[in-house]
């Protein structure tokens, strides 16, 4: 079994900053890639960014996509998520996710692992 842990969220006020980290855990099944989703209240769960197993391909939805950065280190098996500039529409519960092999999916229903997610409010 597979276990993904975020962590890193919180209330931080709009133009700031935070960071996310998702820790993987369990058997072994790289390569992966990693992926971010957010789901605000009353939505849809969407793309947020993803990255693949090297790190040298990532995609990033375009709501976001100069505001944030995905990262990874895949010795310590975590995945990483710098978000600056802030704005209240940010303001979300944040999931990764992990799909087995090379491919780097942007759709939620690709991905065969989920973390429980992890809350970033972002107030005016």
């Known amino acids: 079994q597979v276990q993904l842990v975020e962590s890193g969220g919180g209330l931080v006020q709009a133009g700031g900053s935070l960071r996310l980290s998702c820790a993987a855990s369990?058997?072994?099944?790289?390569?992966?890639?990693m992926g971010w989703f957010r789901q605000a209240p009353g939505m849809e769960r969407e793309f947020v960014a993803a990255?693949?197993?090297?790190?040298?391909?990532?995609y990033y939805a375009d709501p976001v996509k100069h505001r944030i950065t995905i990262s990874r280190d895949n010795a310590k098996n975590t995945v990483y998520l710098q978000m600056n500039s802030l704005k209240p529409e940010d303001t979300a519960v944040y999931y990764c996710?992990?799909?087995?092999?090379?491919?780097?999916?942007?759709?939620?229903?690709?991905?065969?692992?989920w973390g429980q997610g992890t809350q970033v409010t972002v107030s005016s």
């Open positions: 990255i693949g197993w090297s790190g040298g391909t990532t």
């Open positions: 369990g058997r072994s099944f790289s390569p992966y890639a």
């Open positions: 996710a992990a799909k087995q092999g090379f491919d780097v999916p942007t759709t939620s229903r690709e991905y065969d692992y």
